[in-house]
């Protein structure tokens, strides 16, 4: 019995066990940091490279697939506001709508506005010039064309009476002059010029060789023009009042015409009494 046990082949292979167990767990104590670092290092670069998602798929025809359209409260298609040269949106009134420019169109029969001005008596665009007390402005888009070609024709016609130089309207500036009485807005003044050197004279000289010079006067809503009519060399200098029709009123600024008339027909305060 005991040789039996006390044999090579039976001995051996409990040994050889337990040594092997126990050289697997000293194997797998020293082994386990590193499995610990391998495994979070593999974690971190799975999510690093972590794909994008999936673009849509094309449609059928190859076209790329459509924004998704943006529908109001009532399920319509959302309009897409314009926004102005700085980007910012369209101004809304108080009910919440878009904000119309008052700039003045044309009238149903297709006739342009006398001026294109503003509620404040200003117009659209910046000056080309400007001092303390007035501004200048180019016509175009100004002023209509065809009232510019009026008072083009006005002013030649009271030039011709002494033999002057006529324009014809496309060398031109709108004056506005500042006050500072009634409701404060510019005196309109259109300035024709018989070339482009007057017109350099004129604003930026010293002096104004010659002048083609139409004030606005509106009385009663009705719109009156006082002419100043110059030529410096010929010592020539001469005002006319015009009514809406060209007729020619007085020879003298329409303010001045109209005052004097008035006074002349006010009733005289010198009445008999008891």
């Not at 506001?81 to 420019?101: F, N």
Request: hydrophobic share 35%; glycine share 6%; proline share 6%.
């Amino acid at each position: 019995m005991t040789s039996g046990i006390l044999k090579t082949g039976g001995l051996m292979p409990i040994y050889r066990r337990r040594f092997q167990l126990i050289s697997m767990k000293n194997l797998f104590l020293v082994f386990k940091p590193l499995l610990v670092l391998l495994f979070v290092t593999t974690a971190g670069m799975a999510l690093a490279t972590d794909p994008a998602p999936a673009k849509p798929a094309a449609d059928a025809q190859g076209a790329p697939p459509k924004k998704e359209e943006k529908k109001d409260d009532h399920g319509a298609p959302k309009k897409e506001e314009k926004k102005d040269d700085h980007g910012a949106a369209p101004k809304k009134d108080e009910h919440g709508a878009t904000a119309k420019e008052d700039r003045p169109k044309r009238t149903f029969e297709g006739q342009e506005p006398l001026f294109y001005f503003d509620s404040k008596r200003r117009p659209y665009i910046e000056p080309f010039h400007k001092t303390d007390e007035e501004e200048y402005f180019i016509c175009r888009g100004v002023i209509g064309e065809w009232y510019r070609e009026l008072l083009a024709q006005e002013a030649n016609m009271l030039a011709e009476k002494d033999g002057l130089d006529k324009v014809t309207g496309s060398t031109c500036a709108v004056r506005l002059v500042a006050t500072n009485h009634g409701k404060k807005l510019p005196i309109i003044s259109i300035e024709l010029y018989v070339n482009s050197n007057v017109m350099r004279s004129c604003i930026l000289g010293d002096s104004c060789p010659q002048s083609r010079t139409a004030i606005m006067y509106v009385l009663n809503k009705t719109l009156y023009r006082s002419y100043f009519i110059t030529d410096r060399e010929k010592k020539i200098r001469r005002y006319y009042c015009l009514d809406n029709k060209s007729n020619i009123l007085a020879k003298e600024e329409c303010w001045y015409h109209f005052f004097d008339k008035a006074a002349k027909e006010k009733p005289s305060g010198h009445g008999g009494g008891h």
